[in-house]
């Protein structure tokens, strides 16, 4: 087996190389697949489907990147896609953002504990306010694409925005409660 960390630094991979490497790591995407959805057929499912993105995207591969990663990264987010559209589905839309962490075995970093806290913040938002924040900070739409998208004025949106960052605001820079001592 080669070096993962190694491997293609110069030059870019083929999808033969693509095939080689998955079928190194099925196992350890099977097991990845079974932890987020802890059901043994949606991670048949979702190794397939990485499987299949891997193969059509194999041109998007970072040479000197770790091809295990770039995997797991498909495959999670393939993951985040279909509880998504399960959501959608079944007419609730915003899925909370607790249920979008995989399992983590590394110690987490300042950065994503800041992350996390914020997206519980704004899973508190109401759900218009939700909404906005999501298409314009989360997916990157401009505000008349994510007005065009609720079928809102462009106005609505940047109220919604604004209602919600200053909301935000107010949750972060309020000081926690005291906790009393009792004897």
Known sequence: MLNPESWYEDKKITTSDVRQHLAEH???????GLVLSRNREVA???VQSTCVRALE????F????RIDSWLFTILHSIWISDVRARRVRLG?????SDELLAPDTHEQDEARLHYAKI???VSALPEAQRNAVFLVYVEGFTYQEAADTLSVPIGTI???LATARAKIA???HTPPPVQEKRY
Request: aromatic share 12%; net charge positive; glycine share 6%.
């Open 26 to 32: 099925l196992t350890r995407l099977w097991r990845y």
């Open 44 to 46: 048949e499912e979702l």
């Open 57 to 60: 995207k194999s041109a998007q």
């Open 62 to 65: 970072t040479p000197g990147t």
């Open 92 to 96: 609730q839309g915003f899925v909370e």
């Open 119 to 121: 997206m519980h913040y």
């Open 158 to 160: 940047m109220s919604r």
């Open 170 to 172: 107010q949750v972060i």
